[in-house]
């Protein structure tokens, strides 16, 4: 495969020789750019094209996209954190993320705003925001109208954690995408039960990372699923489970989406493939694998696979968040309790998915496709992304079947110390990254500056005003 940079508002490029592969198939076809945009597929184009890319061999893949990213920072200063986040996600071929902006000061557009000056000048991948409400009031379920119309139009809550919202609060906010439109994402864990779970095992001097996993059992993560279902139900509005980890979980939503009920919800890389054992490993080895909800067991994963597979489970994202193990990480030498969650891994979606999911046979390219791009641009209303279509904006992986990627935490682009998939030998390999017509990733090279992506104002896709209960 040879890459040619191609720039020029009317540019064409034509890819030839590849195989596209879409939510519904892969197949031999040319693909013919024009500008930002996907201008045609078939075969014969090359009489149009000024450049000419050679695609033999290699798998044309739609940009991903990571519709669940803590890349930003409440601190308007924090450029670093964008930079570092977004070559880490072009790198690894998503070319557009959906980060999760906080509400900042009670204010949800104060938060968009220091979210949004931090993307648009540090940026790599074309970026738009869920928003966390983490103080619901008033002002807060006023402003969420505005946000809106800024085309921020997900509102996550969590039932657990220093913040948590309480029934009433997530009732609240339900109740207003009934005027405003939107769709209300819920992290679902049990947060009262947590804190006397780990109040125990603090008193009783258990201290070590298995004891995050223990303290989070899997009831609590069901609980809170089937919970908030109801709510959704009540409120006539529909729901989006982040992050599902549970066996339990995918057969409570199975069981509303069966029941007729718009119920939607993703899993995250690591709960594929990864395991609680990791958890196990002594001290800053297994505060590495800290995450909410905790890592869980290799039955768990079969059924979030076959979740994906039946789309019980709409995507597969990253979750990712930047925690180092100096400074982070490292505090379990105070207690479990001090370790920041969240692992890294921006980055390595693609090849991780490739490797567990299609080459050891568990799902299909088009599947890999679906739950990394198609499927979450479509349920979050992502503009010209998710499928290579015309019209579409030409954001494309050029992807190597037979490549190897070894996954190595020295030189993360990331800026984290260490990597949970440290020492990983995944097959396939990403040669090239289009995005919006350009050559931005040549082989590990990334060509574009901090601040070249674009802002995604979203729509409400299926999700606007009324009564959308429905499936
Ligand atoms: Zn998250």
């Known amino acids: 495969v040879r890459l040619k940079a191609s720039q020029g508002a009317h540019m064409r490029t034509l890819f030839r020789g590849g195989t596209v592969v879409s939510a519904s198939g892969e197949y031999r076809s040319d693909v013919l750019l024009e500008g930002e945009q996907v201008l045609a597929l078939g075969t014969d184009l090359g009489l149009e094209a000024d450049v000419v890319v050679d695609a033999g061999g290699a798998l044309l893949l739609p940009g991903l996209v990571d519709s669940h990213t803590h890349i930003g920072s409440p601190d308007p200063g924090k450029l670093d954190a964008f930079r570092n986040g977004t070559r880490g996600a072009v790198l690894g071929g998503t070319t557009a993320i959906v980060d999760f902006a906080m509400q900042s000061d009670g204010s ?42 800024e085309g921020v139009t997900s509102f996550k809550v969590f039932l657990s954690g220093a913040k948590a919202a309480s029934d009433e609060d997530v009732l609240r906010v339900l109740r207003q995408t009934t005027s405003t439109g939107g769709l209300v994402q819920v992290h679902a864990e049990n947060g009262d039960a947590i804190r006397v779970n780990v109040e125990n095992a603090l008193a009783s001097g258990r201290t070590e990372a298995i004891n995050h996993a223990t303290t989070r059992p899997r009831e609590t993560e069901l609980e809170a699923v089937e919970r908030a279902i109801h709510l959704g139900a009540w409120a006539r509005r529909p729901i989006f489970f982040v992050h599902i980890s549970t066996k339990e979980a995918v057969q409570a939503i199975g069981r509303a989406r069966a029941g007729g009920q718009a119920v939607h919800a993703e899993t995250c890389v690591h709960y594929l493939v990864l395991a609680e054992d990791r958890l196990m490993r002594p001290g800053v080895e297994g505060a590495k694998y800290m995450c909410a909800p905790p890592l869980r067991t290799e039955a768990d994963q079969r059924s979030l696979w076959s979740g994906l ?163």
């Open 108 to 149: 949800l557009l104060d938060g968009l705003q220091r979210w949004r000056a931090q993307a648009s000048a540090g940026s790599y991948a074309d970026y738009g925001f869920h928003m966390i409400i983490d103080d619901v009031t008033p002002a807060a379920l006023a402003e969420m109208a505005r946000l809106v119309e």
């Open 309 to 471: 597979r039946q789309r019980l489970l709409s995507a597969c994202t990253t979750d990712h968040c930047a925690h180092s193990v100096k400074g982070g990480k490292d505090r379990i030498e105070v207690d479990f309790a001090h370790v920041p969650n969240g692992l890294p891994s921006i980055q390595h979606r693609l090849v991780l998915l490739y490797e567990y999911g299609v080459r050891q046979g568990r799902i299909t390219l088009p599947e890999l496709v679906t739950m990394t791009a198609t499927s979450p641009a479509r349920l979050f209303d992502i503009p010209g992304k998710g499928e290579i279509a015309p019209g579409m904006d030409a954001d494309i992986v050029l992807f190597d079947p037979e490549g190897s990627t070894l996954i190595n935490a020295s030189g993360d682009p990331t800026g984290v110390d260490y990597s949970p998939y440290e020492g990983e030998q995944c097959r396939g390999s990403i040669v090239g990254v289009y995005r919006r017509g350009s050559l931005i990733v040549d082989r590990g090279e990334v060509l574009a500056s901090p601040g070249d992506g674009r802002y995604l104002h979203r729509g409400f896709g299926a999700f606007g005003p009324g009564d959308r209960s429905a499936l």
